[in-house]
């Protein structure tokens, strides 16, 4: 079983950026597709990224095409989201999950909060 944790939440103003992160312990990280997904206060869970297990595939939210760029470092068991030019509905609490490439079996981590505000 995977556990997650998830870092670089903020507060930065619209037009900015941030970097998260999130790090894999407990499995092998390179049996798992993995995937950002946000909540804001009163929505449901939006899919961001997603990348498949090899770093070969990624898909993106609509919503984020041409912002923001997942990606993973197996070596790290790592993998980032890179926003850029952030907007005040980008603000939502980010989620990691790890889904097993043969299971199906789906894990998350706890979740890191992004405030865009002026």
């Not at 390179?30 to 090899?54: C, D, F």
């Not at 980032?80 to 998350?108: F, G, I």
Request: with cysteine; glycine share 12%; net charge positive.
């Amino acid at each position: 079983q995977v556990q997650l944790v998830e870092s670089g939440g903020g507060l930065v103003q619209p037009g900015g950026s941030l970097r998260l992160s999130c790090a894999a312990s407990g499995g092998v990280f390179g049996n798992y597709h993995m995937n950002w997904y946000r909540q804001a206060p009163g929505k449901e869970h939006e899919l961001v990224a997603r990348i498949n297990s090899t770093g070969s595939s990624t898909v993106y939210g609509d919503s984020v095409k041409g912002r923001f760029t997942i990606s993973r470092d197996n070596a790290k068991n790592t993998v980032y989201l890179q926003m850029n030019s952030l907007k005040p509905e980008d603000t939502a609490v980010y989620y990691c999950k790890a889904t097993h490439y043969y299971s199906r079996n789906d894990y998350w981590g706890q979740g890191t909060q992004v405030t865009v505000s002026s």
